[in-house]
């Protein structure tokens, strides 16, 4: 079955303690991209990766890194996370940039 | 340049009522146009999308009207159903260099009553 696959579902951490969201994709696809949602504020783009070791900034890329070592992973770190982080996240996969197919998200709350 | 409005943030339907949602966009260079349904506790998925050489396109009960000029675009839910309440994001993006960077509606949430 085709899915991009997002680890944990759900994620409480303390402000400052460094943390992984996994993201894996089955179907090829060389885009993929990080999204956080937030109420009223729709869906921003914190990064995207056309390529392996090919990544770039989206809207809202501060306080987050990410890397592109193998096609099917794009992981997304949180070296210090502060509350404002506190977030539906979702990964995202695209075979040419056009249809996206998504995770099923990860709630982050940071205290 | 690169926002994607959305309205209206919120909508109520009966049940077998047209839903209209519309968005309009700013960036010439913006080439592809889909919108994604998401339900409570799911991922966006892909609902249709449009390309801008058509000014209409139609999948069973839904319809996506694309105005270039005015750079605006509608989803209209024909013969709305309570199975349709969820939340609705349009967004735009360019396939040529920037292939990937999807811009999106802050989301309207529908809701269909019986």
């Known amino acids: 079955e085709a899915q991009v696959t997002q680890n944990p579902r759900y994620l409480i951490t303390v402000t400052g303690k460094k943390l992984t969201v996994t993201c894996s994709q089955n179907m090829n696809h060389e885009y993929m991209s990080w999204y956080r949602q937030d109420p009223g504020l729709g869906l921003r783009q914190i990064y995207y990766s056309m390529n392996v070791e090919v990544t770039d900034k989206g809207d809202v890329p501060e306080g987050y890194k990410v890397s592109r070592k193998e096609k099917r992973n794009f992981p997304l770190i949180l070296e210090s996370p502060s509350p404002n982080q506190t977030s539906l996240y979702f990964c995202?996969?695209?075979?040419?940039?056009?249809?996206?197919?998504f995770g099923q998200g990860t709630r982050l709350t940071v205290v | 340049q690169q926002q994607v409005k959305q309205s209206p943030q919120s909508l109520i339907v009966q049940k077998g009522g047209i839903s209209i949602i519309n968005c309009a966009y700013e960036?010439?260079?913006?080439?592809?146009f889909p919108w994604y349904q998401q339900f409570p506790g799911k991922g966006p998925a892909l609902l249709i999308a449009?390309?801008?050489?058509?000014s209409e396109k139609k999948e069973g009960r839904f319809t996506i009207s694309f105005n270039k000029s005015a750079k605006q675009f509608s989803l209209h839910i024909m013969d709305s159903q309570p199975g349709d309440s969820a939340t609705y994001f349009c967004a735009s993006s360019s396939l040529g260099n920037q292939g990937g960077k999807l811009i999106f509606g802050q989301g309207t949430e529908l809701s269909v009553k019986p």
């Open positions: 960036n010439t260079a913006f080439d592809y």
């Open positions: 995202a996969s695209s075979f040419n940039g056009g249809r996206a197919f």
């Open positions: 449009i390309r801008p050489d058509v």
